[in-house]
């Protein structure tokens, strides 16, 4: 039996080399999980009555039980490519791969010539459409990312302006008094006013004006323009677009103001009237200077993709050349019961088995599947140092099973010669 137990050490040991091999030779590979031999010890038992307590069947050797993936957490290393994501925690990027769903932990991503989000591989990664201007998602099924390369996105018109400002509650009134000692004159429409672009469903930016006229303690009338005089000489009347009304600790009151949206109407071939609700809603009068705080809008001209960025949830915000940023995507994540009754399939990937249970999808951020971090790999979770120090455990223990058979083969050279 001794050449028996020598050559199951043999192959055990040779089998712990390859697995370290297997180990060093990846320890390099974003997102790969190191591998563990295990060994099963080999008995003989034997059939019958009369056996004393106590007594066990005699070892014959060691087999390999299996050689299993050890899904650790490996270091996280921040990258120059925006691109790049790595999983802190449980989970794997879902990718679609020509011979079906497979899942990795590898986040080294590109975009392909299509605009489609890919691995280094060709896999195409997965996640969920998000409605664009209000980021909700939009499908229900995860589907590969794709984002608008080489073509501009379309310009949205605007359809919704907000302004914050300060109105000065030490102002005269706008009509001014002539029999007041000493006389207050008019104050000028320009005097409290503010402007923004707003665009139209071309992209083209048209201006937009809003002035403000004091007609009472508490009262501001708003204009949208001034009065101008056209080519026909002709004067253009400002429309007064309604009222604000203010509370005495300078808030405003909601209820008694009126403010109709402005109406522009426009002969270059975009939808017309292009109409802008303007949202004041934010608006005080406070004994403070006039000042804007803050404007926007919700409308934007056509523009490129210029780069592409990923927050904690997997959310991809891209950046286009008109200055928007946008959700596009989120990243779809899968996680098992038993990660490791995943089988390799290389390629950094690994498919799903039934060892492995079903497939849990989700997101990061919700339950356990971790988060996602942007401009970053994860590296390796192999340990070169304790890899080193197996791998000469190793080789000492195919010496010594070889020193076994020497032995066992010394032993019966000696029954042969007796005499």
Known sequence: MGFHHALSGLNAASKSLDVSGHNI????????????????????????????????GSGIGVSVAAVTQQFSQGVITPTANGLDMAINGDGFFVVNTPKGTAYTRNGAFQLDKSGQLVTANG??????????????????????????????????????????LNLDARAPLAAGDPDATPPVPATPRQTYGTSLQAFDSLGVAHPVSVYFEKTGP???????????????????????????????????????????????????????????????????????????????????????????????????MASYSNGITRPEAQVALARFTNPQGLASAGNNNWVATADAGPAIEGTA???????????????????????LVGMMTAQRAYQANAQTIKTQDQVFSTLANLR
């Open 25 to 56: 030779a990846n320890s390099n590979t974003v997102g790969f999980k190191k591998s563990r031999a295990e060994f099963n010890e080999m008995v003989a038992g034997a059939m019958g009555t009369g056996q004393c307590p106590g007594s066990v």
């Open 218 to 316: 508490n009262t501001w009338a708003v204009f949208d323009g001034l009065n101008t005089v056209d080519a026909d000489g002709e004067v253009v009347e400002a429309v007064n677009l309604g009222t604000l009304t203010f509370r005495e600790d300078g808030t405003l009151n909601l209820e008694e103001s009126t403010l109709d949206p402005i109406s522009l109407e426009l002969g270059n071939g975009a939808a017309t009237p292009l109409q802008v609700d303007i949202d004041l809603s934010k608006a005080t009068q406070f004994g403070s200077a006039f000042a804007v705080a803050k404007i926007t809008q919700d409308g934007y001209a056509s523009g490129e993709l210029t780069g592409v960025s990923v927050s904690g949830d997997g959310t991809l």
């Open 123 to 164: 896999d195409k990664v997965m996640g969920y459409a998000l409605d664009p201007l209000t980021g909700t998602r939009a499908s229900a099924t995860a589907e590969p990312i794709t984002f608008p390369s080489g073509s501009a996105i379309p310009a949205n018109p605007t359809t919704k302006a907000e302004i914050r």
């Open 365 to 387: 951020g919700s339950g356990s599947f971790g988060s996602i971090q942007g401009c970053a790999l994860e590296e390796s979770n192999v340990d070169l140092t304790a890899e």
